[in-house]
């Protein structure tokens, strides 16, 4: 069974700091990665979708990128903000399964 | 496009009771799904759906039923509301299911529910 981890489990940083959050899986077949945003109490937002044949991508700030063969993906903030305080995960969509695999994702704190 | 709905936002059940969570997507998608979110076990699918009157289950259906009348809706119902499952419950739809891989995923608020 797939297994994802992210780690740290939390991450306070400073406004203004360049930050990586970081995904690892254990199998990769995979047809695709998301990074997603979830707000405290509040549904899931996609931020990203990488297909396995890809090596990252990118919107505005953010920079994700996917290493299979390592069985690792990030997801690269620069320039944060407060407002990007939330929990990040990443998910993955497996060969032959019928589901996502979600990580238990990383809390982000940016301090003003 | 109001994109993915659930009611209610919040419930508190008696053991024993019985319910459904209603999801509806106004983005035409094809495929469905329930996902419940516990502290520090991610999230896990429920049940799914590929299509109108297509419905299957995934890593935890037990004490859940579903059923996919119309592309736009696809309610929960629990059986007999056990402690165990107190969660948060999402909804998420996509364009299409497989063939490939999902294309992105829509989730909806959630619902927080309560079972004492």
């Known amino acids: 069974k797939q297994e994802v981890t992210q780690i740290p489990a939390a991450l306070s940083v400073p406004e203004g700091e360049n930050l990586v959050l970081n995904c690892s899986f254990t199998?990769?077949?995979?047809?695709?990665l998301q990074w997603f945003r979830q707000d405290p109490g509040k549904g899931l937002t996609s931020l990203l979708l990488?297909?396995?044949?890809?090596r990252e991508q990118t919107s505005g700030r953010l920079n994700a990128s996917l290493d299979k063969s390592s069985g690792r993906s990030t997801l690269y903030i620069a320039a944060s903000q407060p407002g990007d305080s939330a929990t990040y995960l990443c998910?993955?969509?497996?060969?032959?399964?019928?589901?996502?695999?979600f990580g238990t994702g990383t809390r982000l704190t940016v301090i003003p | 496009n109001a994109g993915v709905t659930q009611t209610p936002k919040f419930q508190v059940l008696k053991t024993g009771q019985s319910m459904t969570l209603q999801c509806a997507q106004d983005?035409?998608?094809?495929?469905m799904s329930w996902y419940r979110q516990d502290p520090g076990m991610g999230l896990r699918l429920i049940h799914y759906?590929?299509?109108?009157?297509?419905?299957d289950q995934g890593e935890v259906p037990n004490g859940y039923n579903v059923s996919r009348s119309t592309t736009e809706d696809f309610p929960l119902r629990l059986l007999s509301a056990a402690p165990s499952q107190t969660s948060v419950y999402f909804c998420?739809?996509?364009?299409?299911?497989?063939?490939?891989?999902?294309?992105?995923?829509?989730f909806g608020p959630g619902t927080r529910l309560t079972v004492l």
């Open positions: 998420a739809s996509s364009y299409t299911g497989r063939t490939g891989g999902f294309d992105e995923q829509f």
């Open positions: 199998d990769s077949a995979i047809y695709n």
């Open positions: 990488i297909q396995s044949s890809q």
């Open positions: 998910a993955l969509d497996q060969t032959g399964a019928n589901n996502l695999f």
């Open positions: 983005m035409n998608h094809e495929y």
């Open positions: 759906s590929v299509g109108a009157g297509i419905t």
